[in-house]
C-alpha cells in the first residue's frame, strides 16, 4: 500500500469536515446558542483543519492509486472522520466520554441512527446541525463527494467508488468517474432540497427541523432533532412526506437519474426495484393487520404507523411514529427480517441489500433443478444477463461474512446486556445500518446504557456494516500492507 499517497487523499476527506465543522458554528450563531458550544466547534473546526493542512504538507508529491490504496484511503478516511467528527460532542461537553462520543459520530457518518443521547430538545443547536450533517455526509460517500468536487482525483477515484459505494453492482453514468460522482451527489442533493421545502411549506416544520430530517431521511440515517423521533410531531403529513423519501432513498440512485433524464420505465424493468415494492408492500400489509387484530389502535394509526415502520425499517432509516418493540411478536420478527434484507444496492440503504437475496435464490433454485437433472445445462440470469460464477461467489462469501460476524458480535454483545434480544438486535440493527433495535434498545430507548466494551463491538459493526467487510478485512492481510 502506498501509505503517502493514502494519507495524501485522506488530508482532503479531513479539510472536508473541518469546514463543515465551521460552517456548523455559523448555525450554532444564529439559533443563539451559548458561547461556549459557538468556541467549541469553533475550537473543533480549526484542529480539524490545522491536522488536514500538516497531514497534507507532510504527504505531498506524486500519486498514482491502486486498487488496494483505494480500500485503504475509504477505510482510514472513516475511521480519521471519526475520529475529528466526535471534537464537537467532546468539546462541548454534550457528550464527555470518548467511546459514546466516537459512538454518536460513527453512527451519524454510517448512517446507523443508534444514539447515545436522550432529551434531544435539550441540546444545542449547532450540535444538532452537526449530527446532521453527517449522515449527510455519509449516505452518499464524503469520499465520493471529494472525488466529484476534485478533478485530479480522476485518476484513482474509481478506486474509491469502488470502496466506498455500497453493494454489489458499481455502476457508471459516463465513463468518467468524477462525472458519475458528481451526478449521483446532484440527485442526491436534489432529493434532500425537495424534501426539506416539502417539510416546511406542506409540513409546517421549521427550517431547522425540515433540514435536519432531511438530511437524515435521504441518507436513510435516522437521527432526529425530537426525543419521540418523527412522532413527536404526531402530523400524517410530515408521516406520508418521510415516508415518499425514505421509499425513494432506499432506491438505486443510478435508476432515480435514468428517470429524471426521462427514462422512468428503467424503475420497473429493474428485478431488484420490483422485488423491492413487493417485500415492502407485503411487510406493511402483515404489520398493519397484525397490530389491528391485536388492538393496537383504529384501523387508519395502524396503517399510517405499519407503513412507515416498515418503510423506516426495511431501507435502514430507523425514524419512528410508534414504539414497535410493544407489537406482537409476529410483526416485531418481521422487522428483524427487514433489518437483514435492507434496500436496493446503490441507495443509501444498508443491510445484505435484495439484489443479493435475490441472487442466492436464483442460485438456490437452480441447483434444486441441477439435482433433479445433473447433465441439463442452465445459465442462471439476472435482468437478462448472465451471472458468471465468480459474481455468485463473491455474493455468497459476502452473506457468510455477514453471518458470521453477527454470530461473534451477538456473543460478545451478550457480555454486556441484560438479555439476548437486546444483544441480537443490536448488533442487527448496528450491523445493518437501522438505528433502533428492540427490548433495551428499542423505540423507546438509547445506547447509552451499553458498557463502552459492547459500544466498541456495535463500533465496528457499523463500520463493518457501512464498508461491507471485504474492505476492512483486507488491513488484516499481510500481503496488503507490501508493495
Known amino acids: ?59 505531498r508529491g506524486s500519486m498514482t492509486l491502486t486498487r488496494r490504496d483505494g480500500f485503504g484511503v475509504v477505510t ?36 446507523t441512527g443508534a444514539s447515545v443521547l436522550g432529551n434531544l430538545e435539550a441540546i444545542p443547536r449547532g450540535i444538532h446541525f452537526w449530527r446532521a450533517l453527517t449522515h449527510w455526509f455519509g449516505g452518499m460517500g464524503v469520499l465520493v463527494l471529494c472525488v466529484a468536487i476534485l478533478p485530479f482525483l480522476g485518476v484513482g477515484g474509481m478506486q474509491i467508488y469502488r470502496a466506498e459505494v455500497p453493494g454489489p453492482a458499481k455502476d457508471r453514468l459516463t465513463p468518467r468517474i468524477t462525472t458519475t460522482a458528481k451526478l449521483l451527489w446532484g440527485v442526491y442533493a436534489m432529493l434532500t432540497l425537495v424534501e426539506a421545502l416539502l417539510l416546511k411549506w406542506v409540513g409546517g416544520m421549521t427550517w431547522f427541523d425540515a433540514f435536519c430530517h432531511s438530511f437524515g431521511t435521504i441518507a436513510t440515517g435516522g437521527f432526529s432533532t425530537r426525543s419521540d423521533s418523527i412522532g413527536a410531531f404526531n402530523s400524517p403529513v410530515i408521516d406520508g412526506i418521510i415516508i415518499v423519501f425514505m421509499f425513494l432513498s432506499g432506491i438505486n440512485f443510478t435508476l432515480h437519474y435514468h428517470a429524471l433524464t426521462g427514462k422512468p420505465g428503467r424503475y420497473f424493468r429493474d428485478s431488484e426495484f420490483r422485488l423491492y415494492v413487493g417485500l ?67 441507495s443509501t440503504s444498508g443491510a445484505v441489500k435484495l439484489i443479493r437475496i435475490n441472487i442466492i435464490f436464483k442460485k438456490m433454485f437452480r441447483e434444486i433443478k441441477l439435482f433433479m437433472r445433473p447433465l441439463s445445462v442452465i445459465q442462471m440470469k439476472y435482468d437478462g444477463r448472465v451471472v458468471e460464477n465468480e459474481t455468485i461467489a463473491h455474493i455468497a462469501a459476502f452473506i457468510f461474512m455477514y453471518i458470521t460476524t453477527f454470530i461473534v458480535a451477538v456473543l460478545l454483545m451478550t457480555l454486556c446486556t441484560p438479555d439476548l434480544e437486546t444483544a441480537a438486535s443490536s448488533v442487527a440493527t448496528t450491523l445493518g445500518g437501522v ?8 423505540a423507546a430507548h438509547n445506547f447509552s446504557a451499553i458498557p463502552a466494551g459492547g459500544q466498541l463491538v456495535l463500533i465496528a459493526c457499523m463500520l463493518l456494516g457501512r464498508l461491507e467487510f471485504y474492505t476492512v478485512f483486507l488491513l488484516f492481510l499481510p500481503g496488503f500492507w507490501k508493495k
Open 280 to 346: 415492502l408492500l407485503f411487510a406493511s400489509a402483515f404489520i398493519a393487520l397484525n397490530i389491528w387484530m391485536a388492538g393496537y389502535a383504529a384501523p387508519g394509526r395502524c396503517i399510517r404507523d405499519a407503513v412507515f415502520t416498515a418503510t423506516s425499517v426495511m431501507t435502514t432509516t430507523g425514524f419512528c411514529t410508534a414504539d414497535f418493540d410493544q407489537w406482537p411478536n409476529a410483526s416485531r420478527y418481521l422487522l428483524v427480517i427487514l433489518m437483514f434484507a435492507g434496500g436496493c444496492a446503490g
Open 76 to 111: 482510514f478516511g472513516w475511521l480519521i472522520a471519526a475520529i475529528f467528527g466526535a471534537l464537537p460532542y467532546m468539546l462541548s461537553g454534550v457528550i464527555t466520554h470518548p467511546v459514546p462520543a466516537l459512538f454518536e459520530t460513527l453512527s451519524g457518518f454510517t448512517t
Open 1 to 59: 500500500m502506498n501509505i503517502r499517497a493514502v494519507f495524501h487523499l485522506v488530508s482532503y476527506m479531513t479539510l472536508v469536515i473541518g469546514l463543515s465543522i465551521l460552517g456548523c458554528t455559523l448555525v450554532s450563531y444564529h439559533y443563539h446558542d451559548s458561547l461556549a458550544v459557538q468556541e467549541s466547534l469553533l475550537e473543533s473546526g480549526g484542529i480539524t483543519i490545522a491536522c488536514a493542512l500538516i497531514l497534507w504538507l507532510l504527504t
Open 435 to 442: 438505528g433502533p433495535g428492540l427490548s433495551a434498545v428499542g
